[in-house]
């Protein structure tokens, strides 16, 4: 069994940072962590003027697919209302909602809102607003107001699009900060559309953490331990979906290589990790490596043209081309577990990024060889089969050094 991955979410003005100390809490715990930037947040250059709320929901679903499987799906503040509404569309690939200090929308956060984008407001205009910002430091509020990014206009006056009545049936946590949990139902019943799934949902639970309006800064151990405790509710048997659709399923299965190989390679030291079989110079710690090394050739240098990164751009693999082989003997299983899993959070990224731009469909931006150019799906699909390869391999090795075999992983180390 396994804990389903966590998809963070930030409000409005904030990227994948805002989530930084919480998601590093979560993940020294064990917990699979994707924090999310929606369109317009990315950088100081974008044109805000053309992101509209349907982009922000495209970025949502993309996440929770390139997760891998049926996520717990937590959002902040404003981002409550492209959550609510990834919970319509893909209600299949989310195991749970969560809100902080938000609530699934059911309409438009302002409909007669006629500018491009919000920009940050002063602190005495957020905290009018309902706001608060007890318990964040001096230097927190300097860094959110250096990092912040004006909200783009079309996320705040579009309405959500709420046709499946699937997501209704989502379990849901509503985390109240800076107002109590019945404050909030009294809200719900008074009609306000921010809050407006409420009253429609079949499973609500409330958990109360009294703080302000960004308990990521101001209680983050204690935000990550509810999330954590929230999680762990939903665990799962480590399996694709059973009658998901194309994507969950290919992803789904990708995963599913990804923990066993992780599996087959944990809980070892250097000499369990170098050990070899018979006359092959294959070896656990060598295959995470060049698995690592897969990881950043496919689907960041591949698809989307970002390069290999470090530490392979500095390698010359015409005339090694073994490298990641032979030198994995020189690292030790924490630092090839922290190469590879950077290389698989990564690679999470590029494929949301895929998957939002133009589904399975996407095409890569580099060309084979011959020309040809491969799509995501292809892309997936040869991942899948280099994985469950390696894997075979690393059954063999593993029941060589202490006699573990098996095919069912717990979670990611």
Known sequence: MTTPPIVLVPGFW??????????????????DITAVTLPGLRSPDEDRARVRLADH?????AAVYAAGAPVVLAVHSGAGVPG????????????????VDSGPATG??????AGDD?????WEGLVADGNSIEGISEEQLATFRARALPQPGGAIRDAPVLTNQARLDVPTTVICTSATATQLQEWVGQGYAWIG???????VDYVDLPTGHWPMWSRPAD?????SGIVRRYSVAVEPPYAGDETATLLGSLERQRRTLAWKCGGLGSEGMNARLGPSSLSLGGLLKHMALVEANTFSLKLNDHGLGQPWESVDFDVDPDW??????????AELFALWRAAVARSREEVAQALAEGGMDRLSRREWPDGRVPTLRRLVADMVEEYARHVGHADLIRESVDGLTGEDPPPLP
């Open 197 to 203: 799934g409420l009253a429609e949902l079949r499973t």
């Open 223 to 227: 935000l990550a331990a509810t999330l």
């Open 84 to 99: 609510y509404a990834a919970s319509d569309r893909i209600p299949q690939q989310i195991a749970a909602m969560v809100y």
């Open 108 to 113: 438009a956060l302002d409909p007669d809102f």
């Open 324 to 333: 990641e082989f032979r030198t994995a003997a020189q690292d030790s299983p």
């Open 118 to 122: 919000l920009p940050l407001p002063s």
């Open 14 to 31: 904030l990227g994948a940072w805002a989530w930084d100390e919480v998601a590093d809490i979560l993940r020294a715990e064990g917990h």
């Open 57 to 61: 929901v495209d970025a949502v679903c």
